[in-house]
């Protein structure tokens, strides 16, 4: 029984019963669309991708689901190790047929993520996970009946090993079974509400359109700088590029010209986010690049993008290679405030 009158409080107005109704018929489709060949993973990025799903909903998924109705273990771990090459960790977990197995990650930068284990699709996800941050390792075996714990611990052990570059040693019972990857087929959209957002995006561009020819026209000096939103639906990373270094030093004047090319990439592609590595570790605040003063002639820094659609990946890494070079000077021309139009 509920004990409290508080549960039912979001019930009470017309958007949190809503919401609730979405989120349950959500649940109960996922539900449905998983069997040993489908992993709720990709059932959940569908949903994200056609926008039927929100982030935040994912934990609670993963626990309705999981955990209450399906009895999946879970091991909860903060990582002392990312994995060297995730290709080869997903091409290992692939041949464990005898469990299905899911992994939520706490991203510090794009939130709660999911990711089927077994997907090739999902290496870029794996190189994005940092050491130090949270991840939740689910193994169970759908509705076929409740795991071995001595086989769901070998499980977390040898996924552990594997992130930590060892070979580990596989018992059978982990090799053996339905539970086989099998690429997800993309949800197809309703007629009806294909029809519905195609009328929409046809009005919302007259209207744009309209507004652009009366509106006057700015330069790109003088447009103010772009608010970088969170990337919403289904999450996408693209794989870390090196950017070397060919300045004798990595100095204020590099920092500078890359902070602008970031907001002109911001700028352009509002939705996406630059994410900044070095010396394996994510860069927070890209002036510690110059506080270091580690960073030299011939380092290499490494930059990926995430969001939705990721676009201008070549002409990102090719305005880094000119900002950490001698060339810096060309992005600094303009107050500080500029947005210079690079995309």
């Keep these: 029984m509920l004990g409290s009158l508080g549960f039912y409080v979001p019930l009470a107005t017309k958007q949190g019963f809503n919401a609730s109704v979405m989120h349950i018929q959500n649940v109960l489709a996922v539900l449905d669309n998983c069997n040993a060949k489908n992993n709720i993973a990709d059932e959940i990025g569908i949903l994200l ?25 879970v091991m909860s771990k903060n990582l002392r190790q990312t994995a060297a090459a995730p290709a080869d960790v997903i091409a290992e977990i692939a041949k ?47 509705n076929t009946g409740a795991i071995e714990p001595a086989v769901a611990e070998s499980a977390f052990e040898a996924f552990f090993q594997l992130l930590d570059g060892a070979k580990p040693k596989v018992p059978a019972k982990l090799l053996k079974g339905p539970f086989v990857f099998t690429a997800p087929k993309p949800k197809k959209e309703p007629v009806e509400r294909k029809k519905q957002r195609t009328t929409r995006t046809a009005t919302a561009s007259k209207t744009k359109t309209a507004r652009t020819a009366a509106a006057p026209q700015q330069t790109p000096s003088a447009a103010p700088a772009a608010q970088v939103q969170a990337p919403t639906g289904k999450m996408r990373i693209s794989q870390q590029i090196s950017v070397v270094v060919t300045n004798e030093l990595f100095h204020n004047g590099n920092v500078e010209a890359w902070k602008r090319i ?82």
């Design 49 to 73: 991708e056609n926008k039927e799903l929100t982030t935040e909903e994912i934990p609670a998924f993963l626990s309705v689901l999981l955990l209450d109705m399906w009895g999946y273990k």
């Design 96 to 142: 464990w047929a005898g469990v299905d197995i899911v992994v939520g990650y706490h991203h510090p930068d794009l939130g709660f993520l999911i990711i089927n284990p077994k997907n090739p699709a999902n290496a870029s996800l794996f190189e994005m996970l940092k050491k130090n941050e949270l991840i939740n390792i689910y193994v169970g075996k759908q």
């Design 262 to 343: 970031i907001r002109s990439y911001n700028a352009r592609y509002p939705h996406n986010k630059v994410i900044v590595f070095y010396d394996g570790e994510q860069i927070v605040d890209i002036n510690t690049l110059f506080k270091w003063g580690k960073v030299k002639h011939g380092s290499s820094i490494q930059f990926a993008v995430a969001g939705e659609e990721i676009k201008d990946l070549s002409k990102l890494s090719k305005y880094f290679a000119e900002g950490a070079s001698p060339r810096f000077e060309s992005f600094l021309r303009g107050s500080p405030s500029t947005v210079l139009n690079l995309f």
